[in-house]
């Protein structure tokens, strides 16, 4: 039986030159998917404004889906496609959902990107009616005409960032998270950063996520450093920021580092998959057990008494050991609460029967096995069908071999000899529908998918013979039977093999 192998791609970027002024609206990016280019009419700042809109590559028109919205200013080509591939590697990784893409383009930077007038910048002022727009049009034309469920980031760049913590100050409600990359906190003899002196302590019953970037050698220049003293000195509790800061990158090129971290900060804790092993099983009343958790324990709690963690539960380890009877529950708590992720383990001293002292009329060498086809819609009633094929899972067995490589089913059973007394730890991989016994009793029903391959058990096992069965129904190219051990010896090194066809055994073919 072998084991399947997932592929990660990367995306590979490259950054477009930095243009400090834009006085007309930029360029429409279509590199990849394309972005419904739309407008919408602003009274407030008496014209007409252009944006473009990605929609996930899984949104369905007519679906009910709702998704967050990433709204990029300083948008078009020059930030909004890095953003964009960024987002989809994040995205593909699982560190952040599927998500809507707003690409808020400009007409005069200069005039609505900053909050106050300066002789030296022409049009310079208008960053309290940008604000409005965005408050009382931009955002209520995207949530009436997109599948937008209310959550909202905002990414912004250079004047754009300084915006951004702007935003953040008096307009804390319009978004959950502000990425501020390389901010222009010095204009205006750092005036924003001095208005956060007073605004910060008002937010403290705000749950919002600020990121920020800066540059080592330009941080004192940016006056980034002012803003960070200041958030040290008044943020409240409850805002949760981060200063990044990135040597050997120059004022655009950092903005692609940056974005990944920012989006990274903003789901921090965010998971495709909280996975335990075992998921459940049959444990001894007095004998403890391991439980491992795969993946990052930084914002993970959990429980033994049946009970929903929540932050004041323990935090999770690699390995915790338990003593049973346990109703085992884990939880990942993340920067956007509707996306914390619970699963838990039941794990009963329901009575295994002593191990056989012999396999009866059965030999050493492989299960047997039975082959059936078919196209099933669901999981099918094989006792009063006729297998195609049968035989024994020797050596020279192999799944990818019989005549079907989809539509098929197998069953596969034996009985398995246990070389020591403990607990063993079973991984089964399959296919929806797919079951495994022990001891004939059902100990996985396999419904996972993608993200969710390797189902476990575990079970107390005396030397000995126990009984062994798998049924798989294979449908889906890309899920395929694997089924693997971990003895009691091998716990301490986690070493988990296929079983041996001296560990099998099945009828004379």
């Known amino acids: 039986m072998k084991k399947g192998f997932r592929?990660?791609?990367?995306?590979?970027?490259?950054?477009?030159?930095?243009?400090?002024?834009?006085?007309?609206?930029?360029?429409?990016?279509?590199?990849?998917?394309?972005?419904?280019?739309?407008?919408?009419?602003?009274?407030?700042?008496?014209?007409?404004?252009?944006?473009?809109?990605?929609?996930?590559?899984?949104?369905?028109?007519?679906?009910?889906?709702?998704?967050?919205?990433?709204?990029?200013?300083?948008?078009?080509?020059?930030?909004?496609?890095?953003?964009?591939?960024?987002?989809?590697?994040?995205?593909?990784?699982?560190?952040?959902?599927?998500?809507?893409?707003?690409?808020?383009?400009?007409?005069?930077?200069?005039?609505?990107?900053?909050?106050?007038?300066?002789?030296?910048?022409?049009?310079?002022?208008?960053?309290?009616?940008?604000?409005?727009?965005?408050?009382?049009?931009?955002?209520?034309?995207?949530?009436?005409?997109?599948?937008?469920?209310?959550?909202?980031?905002?990414?912004?760049?250079?004047?754009?960032?300084?915006?951004?913590?702007?935003?953040?100050?008096?307009?804390?409600?319009?978004?959950?998270?502000?990425?501020?990359?390389?901010?222009?906190?010095?204009?205006?003899?750092?005036y924003v950063a001095k208005m956060a002196v007073n605004k910060l302590p008002a937010l403290s019953d705000q749950n919002r996520t600020l990121f920020i970037a800066g540059r080592q050698d330009a941080l004192r220049d940016m006056r980034i450093d002012t803003l960070e003293t200041i958030l040290k000195k008044a943020a409240p509790a409850s805002l949760k920021w981060k200063l990044n800061v990135y040597t050997g990158e120059t004022h655009s090129s950092v903005r692609m580092k940056s974005s990944y971290d920012g989006l990274r900060f903003t789901y921090e804790g965010l998971t495709s998959n909280l996975q335990i092993h075992p998921m459940s099983g049959i444990v001894l009343k007095n004998k403890p057990f391991p439980i491992i958790f795969l993946g990052d324990t930084n914002q993970v709690h959990y429980t033994i008494d049946g009970t929903v963690p929540t932050l004041s539960s323990p935090k999770s380890h690699f390995e915790i050991k338990v003593t049973g009877p346990a109703a085992v529950s884990y939880k990942s708590f993340g920067n956007r609460s509707r996306y914390d992720q619970l699963t838990k383990g039941i794990f009963t001293t329901e009575k295994m029967r002593a191990a056989s002292s012999n396999p009866g009329n059965l030999q050493q060498g492989g299960f047997n096995y039975a082959y059936y086809e078919g196209n099933w819609e669901k999981t099918p009633d094989l006792k009063n069908l006729k297998p195609v094929k049968t035989g024994i899972t020797d050596k020279n067995f192999d799944p990818d071999k019989l005549p079907r490589q989809n539509n098929y089913a197998l069953v596969i059973d034996g009985m398995f000899e246990s070389k020591e007394e403990g607990y063993y730890l079973f991984f089964f991989t399959a296919d929806t529908g797919s079951k495994l016994y022990i001891d004939n009793k059902l100990m996985i029903t396999w419904d996972g998918g993608y993200t969710k391959k390797d189902y476990s058990c575990i079970v107390p096992m005396s030397k000995g013979f126990y009984p062994f069965r798998i049924e798989y129904f294979h449908k889906n190219p890309d899920f395929k039977l694997n089924c693997t051990y971990m003895a009691p010896s091998a716990m301490t090194t986690k070493n988990t093999v296929q079983i041996p066809v001296e560990q099998q055994y099945g009828k004379k073919p």
Not at 99 to 108: E, R
């Open 7 to 190: 592929f990660l791609i990367a995306f590979c970027l490259i950054a477009l030159c930095f243009v400090s002024v834009a006085h007309a609206q930029d360029t429409v990016l279509n590199v990849g998917s394309k972005g419904k280019l739309d407008s919408l009419h602003s009274t407030i700042l008496s014209q007409e404004r252009m944006i473009q809109v990605f929609l996930p590559a899984d949104y369905k028109p007519g679906s009910a889906d709702k998704y967050d919205v990433l709204y990029v200013l300083d948008g078009g080509n020059w930030n909004t496609g890095l953003i964009k591939n960024v987002q989809k590697f994040v995205e593909g990784e699982g560190f952040m959902p599927s998500t809507i893409i707003v690409s808020v383009m400009g007409i005069d930077r200069n005039k609505e990107l900053t909050p106050t007038h300066i002789d030296s910048w022409k049009g310079s002022g208008d960053g309290i009616k940008f604000l409005g727009f965005i408050k009382n049009e931009l955002i209520p034309y995207v949530n009436k005409n997109y599948p937008s469920n209310g959550d909202n980031t905002l990414w912004g760049h250079s004047l754009s960032a300084m915006f951004v913590v702007y935003t953040l100050l008096n307009e804390p409600d319009l978004f959950k998270s502000y990425i501020a990359v390389d901010p222009s906190m010095w204009w205006d003899n750092s």
